[in-house]
């Protein structure tokens, strides 16, 4: 049976495959569809999130009106199966879908294979919808030699969150700035296992995309990298040693119980019920947890990410949408792309939902808007500095072979690094120690670079 996840029940739940047939309405920014023989019918495949569940609820109002040819089938899947799902059918030609959810990570090699078509000539056929308001790092990451290849539908970075009460309560203080130690002994500080209570919520759940996106940056502030610039792995180095201990240790000793099994919609679950005191992740969180009717919002607080030899060590991501090449429907497809990341949406939303709970991390006119900035006031200002304090060519201390701050920015890495994550994830659930754990990827990583014609031998 399909999970169908309100934002307005402040639950996130979602991870089950859901599919919804949705027709779509007003307030569109390109004009009718000109087909004229019948309906079409669009399907779009999404992550399951709160953002992306909202726009299948806003949609009958939001497009449809405008364009009465058009229907749009939403298909939404856990993070693992949307882009297992996507890329077999991209892959093999199979315009199963029109409108494809991806990734920065995706850009290079789905250009280059032409599983994708490029979408700089759409965005500028349509003078409203404003390419050059993109945010610059969220823009660059969905080009490719300078073409736009996905066009945002939000954009973050990663920020330490935490409840404020609970802050009070145990008379602990976030540093401005703080450091991963620091995270520690606040965690240590705040966990109470006798209430049901967490000191921290991290990912734990197997996936590339999923606790490797949080262990990467600590493993970059902590000085340590997957690969030198001659493709040489560094899994077992005492710097990435050091920081995956740090993290499996974090979450055993003071994280909450079944890590293992967590990502982002669990952890956003366990922080609105008040079941963890922080919780270090994505900056697109703030937008429900923050925003009425989250059962927490008001006593949010954030910080930017934990820090420890570099300056800053948030990552850079977007969930974003493209045209698959295969669609038999590209301008359906396409004008449904541009409503559903426009101006026009971002307004849309915040008149149905609140200014708070909008999209964020996209475009600099919402970041200008006094009233985006005075209902987000507690993170609007930090996720816009994060977002443009990344550096996605060396975020640690050593230079690295290919840009990526929680990958490694080539294709074989959805593969590596899905083994990486299950040893990962074993070490969390104690099934391994984590050197045993880094030595297995150690073999995993350098494999696979070897076996692609990437170690140059240095």
């Given amino acids: 049976m399909p999970i169908r996840l309100s934002r307005r029940s402040g639950m996130a739940l979602l991870g089950v495959v859901s599919a919804s047939s949705l027709a779509l309405s007003a307030c569109g920014s390109s004009g009718s569809s000109s087909t ?19 726009i299948e609820q806003l949609t009958p109002g939001g497009f449809e009106k405008s364009h009465p040819n058009i229907k749009v089938k939403f298909v939404t899947y856990d993070e693992n199966t949307e882009r297992a799902n996507v890329e077999k059918d991209v892959a093999a030609g199979g315009g199963q879908y029109d409108v494809l ?7 290079g090699a789905w250009s280059k294979n032409k599983w994708i078509d490029p979408l700089t000539s759409y965005a500028n056929s349509d003078p409203s919808y404003a390419v050059s308001d993109i945010l610059k790092p969220i823009r660059d990451a969905l080009s490719s030699n300078g073409t736009l290849y996905a066009v945002p539908f939000y954009g ?3 920020f330490m969150m935490y409840n404020k009460q609970m802050f009070q309560a145990a008379h602990v203080t976030m540093p401005a700035n703080p450091t991963w130690t620091q995270i520690a002994t606040l965690a240590a500080k705040l966990n109470n296992p006798s209430k049901g209570v967490a000191g921290i919520c991290l990912r734990g759940k197997t996936g590339w995309g999923e606790n490797l996106a949080a262990l990467d940056t600590v493993v970059n502030t902590f000085g340590g990298q997957w690969f030198d610039t001659h493709w040489n792995a560094h899994l077992t180095s005492p710097a990435f040693e050091q920081a995956t201990n740090f993290y499996v240790n974090l979450v055993r000793k003071y994280g909450e119980k079944g890590a293992g099994n967590d990502s982002f919609n669990e952890c956003l679950n366990i922080m609105q019920q008040k079941r963890a005191a922080m919780w270090y992740d ?10 009425k009717p989250s059962p927490i919002a008001g006593n949010m607080g954030f910080a930017p990410a934990p820090v420890m030899k570099t300056q800053s060590s948030g990552w850079l991501w977007s969930w974003a949408l493209a045209l698959e090449s295969a669609s038999k429907n590209k301008s359906a497809a396409w004008k449904f792309m541009d409503w559903a990341t426009s101006k026009q949406y971002i307004a849309y939303d915040a008149a149905k939902n ?8 996209t475009r600099t006119s919402t970041y200008q808007n006094p009233k985006y900035l005075a209902a987000a ?6 996720t816009l500095k994060v977002l443009n304090s990344v550096n996605v060519k060396q975020p640690g201390i050593a230079p690295q072979p290919v840009p990526g ?4 920015g080539i294709p074989q890495f959805e593969s590596f690094g899905q083994q990486v994550s299950a040893e990962i994830t074993a070490a969390i659930d104690g099934q391994e120690s984590v050197a045993t754990a880094l030595s297995k990827s150690q073999q995993i990583a350098q494999q696979a670079v070897t076996s692609a014609g990437l170690k140059t031998g240095g």
């Fill in 36 to 54: 004229s023989s019948g309906p079409v019918t669009i399907t779009v495949a999404v992550v399951a999130n709160p953002l992306m569940t909202t």
């Fill in 101 to 107: 959810m991806i990734g920065p990570n995706d850009i």
């Fill in 156 to 158: 973050e970075s990663s």
């Fill in 282 to 291: 994505a900056t697109v969180a703030a937008s429900t947890l923050d925003a």
């Fill in 354 to 361: 609140g200014w708070a709970s909008v999209p964020p991390g």
């Fill in 377 to 382: 006031k507690d993170f609007a200002p930090l």
């Fill in 405 to 408: 701050i929680q990958y490694v």
